[in-house]
């Protein structure tokens, strides 16, 4: 299971709350002095030594009376750790700190594993028992990936933004372009087009998957990407002897292009850390709503025809 993105800070998607921000950044793992961690190892340990303890005459299965009672936590494991979807939103709720559930979602998820796996007493096939467990298990490595999501990149988007906006940046970048070639047409034409080519073939892409791949700045050119356009641009305007008020633009223009390439790759790095951030829920949160729909086949069938 996993923590819900923190907000509150300027690195953090929009519209979470802030209490679960400063969780993340505090140490939500350790909450009230690891209570939920406590709770997941004694459970953990009950679990194990019942399981052990346990002969029954026909062998281990999920159809003993102990099947049956690890079966009924698992469950409740379940309907409990997917309220924290609801409970995150419901800020002035009594049950609890948002904090708090985090750790409890997290602990507690992980002490499903092992809850679940006893109860079907290691006996797997393909059956719908098994999709349940399987979807248990994806639900929980997703939620784990998500903890370490939270925990790592709130820190390097802060970190990498320097105190502006992604949209400031935006701002930042159109006027840098205007500037650019206002001075590559003081230079001369054959700088102003290579300039003018260099910021034409620059876009910033909106696929999730340019995003995760640190792609998300794009220049479409076929002869390189954007730090080899700069070199090629750098390169041409320090051929030649320049002086006097050429000499000074040509500098200023070198450093602007630097500047501008700078900010592209801050850009890039802000667009990749907020999708390596998101793109768990793209997974956690469907694999938890079929992990439901195959919990909730799994007792039908139990009921039915056992």
Same mark, same amino acid.
């Given at each position: 299971?996993?923590?819900?993105?923190?907000?509150?800070?300027?690195?953090?998607?929009?519209?979470?709350?802030?209490?679960?921000?400063?969780?993340?950044?505090?140490?939500?793992?350790?909450?009230?002095?690891?209570?939920?961690?406590?709770?997941?190892?004694?459970?953990?340990?009950?679990?194990?030594?019942?399981?052990?303890?346990?002969?029954?005459?026909?062998?281990?299965?999920?159809?003993?009376?102990?099947?049956?009672?690890?079966?009924?936590?698992?469950?409740?494991?379940?309907?409990?750790?997917?309220?924290?979807?609801?409970?995150?939103?419901?800020?002035?709720?009594?049950?609890?700190? =948002?904090?708090?559930?985090? @750790? *409890?979602?997290?602990?507690?998820?992980?002490? %499903? $594993? &092992?809850?679940?796996?006893?109860?079907? #007493?290691?006996?797997?096939?393909?059956?719908?028992?098994?999709?349940?467990?399987?979807?248990?298990?994806?639900?929980?490595?997703?939620?784990?990936?998500?903890?370490?999501?939270?925990?790592?990149?709130?820190?390097?988007?802060?970190?990498?933004?320097?105190?502006?906006?992604?949209?400031?940046?935006?701002?930042?970048?159109?006027?840098?372009?205007?500037? =650019?070639?206002?001075?590559? @047409? *003081?230079?001369?034409?054959?700088?102003?087009? %290579? $300039? &003018?080519?260099?910021?034409?073939?620059? #876009?910033?892409?909106?696929?999730?998957?340019?995003?995760?791949?640190?792609?998300?700045?794009?220049?479409?050119?076929?002869?390189?990407?954007?730090?080899?356009?700069?070199?090629?641009?750098?390169?041409?305007?320090?051929?030649?002897?320049?002086?006097?008020?050429?000499?000074?633009?040509?500098?200023?223009?070198?450093?602007?292009?630097?500047?501008?390439?700078?900010?592209?790759?801050?850009?890039?790095?802000?667009?990749?850390?907020?999708?390596?951030?998101?793109?768990?829920?793209?997974?956690?949160?469907?694999?938890?709503?079929?992990?439901?729909?195959?919990?909730?086949?799994?007792?039908?069938?139990?009921?039915?025809?056992?």
């Amino acid at each position: 299971m996993s923590p819900s993105p923190p907000s509150g800070v300027a690195a953090a998607p929009a519209g979470t709350p802030p209490s679960l921000s400063r969780g993340v950044h505090d140490g939500f793992l350790g909450h009230a002095d690891f209570r939920w961690l406590k709770l997941a190892l004694l459970l953990c340990a009950a679990s194990t030594l019942a399981y052990w303890r346990h002969a029954p005459v026909a062998g281990a299965n999920g159809g003993t009376w102990l099947g049956y009672t690890l079966g009924g936590i698992g469950t409740a494991l379940i309907l409990a750790l997917s309220a924290l979807g609801i409970r995150r939103r419901r800020y002035s709720s009594r049950l609890g700190t =948002v904090r708090g559930w985090t @750790s *409890a979602h997290v602990w507690l998820g992980l002490a %499903l $594993v &092992l809850v679940g796996t006893l109860h079907s #007493a290691f006996e797997f096939g393909w059956n719908i028992h098994t999709l349940a467990w399987l979807l248990m298990l994806l639900v929980v490595l997703s939620g784990l990936y998500g903890v370490v999501a939270y925990s790592r990149y709130p820190a390097l988007i802060t970190a990498n933004r320097a105190g502006k906006s992604r949209d400031q940046w935006l701002i930042d970048l159109d006027e840098a372009d205007e500037r =650019v070639l206002s001075l590559a @047409s *003081a230079v001369d034409r054959e700088t102003h087009l %290579l $300039v &003018l080519r260099a910021i034409e073939a620059t #876009a910033i892409s909106n696929r999730m998957r340019d995003h995760l791949r640190g792609r998300a700045v794009q220049v479409r050119a076929a002869n390189g990407g954007a730090g080899t356009m700069l070199e090629r641009i750098t390169a041409q305007l320090a051929t030649g002897r320049r002086t006097g008020d050429d000499a000074r633009r040509v500098a200023e223009l070198i450093d602007l292009l630097a500047r501008r390439h700078s900010l592209l790759t801050r850009l890039g790095r802000d667009l990749a850390f907020h999708a390596r951030m998101r793109v768990w829920l793209m997974l956690h949160v469907p694999m938890t709503l079929a992990l439901l729909a195959a919990l909730t086949g799994h007792i039908v069938s139990v009921f039915l025809y056992w």
